[in-house]
T-cell receptor
């Protein structure tokens, strides 16, 4: 079974801090994704990566960056956390194009105080 | 750009009854994939069912089935014999034929009454 592991279930940080959210998948998937989930807005794509060292902006990349140094790991970075980045963050991976679905982690509920 | 719309923020169903969740989408592509995901209170998103646009036959997975109307760009989910464990947030999602990005709807929160 595919396992996508996010480093924290809950995280509390302060405004202005640099925040790292880590995601690891164990199925050698090419694609990895970071979403944020907010009530009434569904899931919105922040960044994604199709390969090591590759990254592409999603729909809401402002205030975020990512890193993919190894195939199994995709990190989301909040350069200077702000209160409007309080949200649920979901990581996902998939094996490539076509009909294959994305597999999700358990999510990180991030609060910025 | 593709969009996905779920017009029902909340739905309720009696245990053992049938419920249909609505989803519409907009795209100019002819080849794509559609998915329904379930997110229970435990938070992990779980794939419920998928549909390839080139297939005319509606997908079915046990108690879950879809009504895929390509011309109308509609992709509804029917849950038969609803169970308490079906209570969750349900998301409809679209994926084009190129790349792995998913576009999600706003979600429908389903409650199941005993």
């Amino acid at each position: 079974d595919v396992k996508v592991t996010q480093s924290s279930r809950y995280l509390v940080k302060r405004t202005g801090e640099k925040v790292f959210l880590e995601c690891v998948q164990d199925m050698d998937h090419e694609n990895m994704f970071w979403y944020r989930q907010d009530p009434g807005l569904g899931l919105r794509l922040i960044y994604f990566s199709y390969d090591v060292k590759m990254k592409e902006k999603g729909d809401i990349p402002e205030g975020y960056s990512v890193s993919r140094e190894k195939k199994e790991r995709f990190s989301l970075i909040l350069e200077s956390a702000s209160t409007n980045q309080t949200s649920m963050y979901l990581c996902a991976s998939s094996p490539g194009q076509g009909r294959q679905p994305q597999h999700f982690g358990d999510g990180t509920r991030l609060s910025i105080l | 750009a593709q969009t996905v719309t779920q017009s029902q923020p909340e739905m309720s169903v009696q245990e053992a009854e049938t419920v249909t969740l609505s989803c519409t989408y907009d795209t100019s592509e002819s080849d794509y994939y559609l998915f329904w995901y379930k997110q229970p209170p435990s938070r992990q998103m779980i794939l419920v069912i998928r549909q390839e646009a080139y297939k005319q036959q509606n997908a079915t997975e046990n108690r879950f089935s879809v009504n895929f109307q390509k011309a109308a760009k509609s992709f509804s989910l029917k849950i038969s014999d609803s169970q308490l464990g079906d209570a969750a947030m349900y998301f409809c999602a679209y994926k084009g034929n190129q790349g792995g990005k998913l576009i999600f709807g706003q979600g429908t929160e389903l409650s199941v009454k005993p």
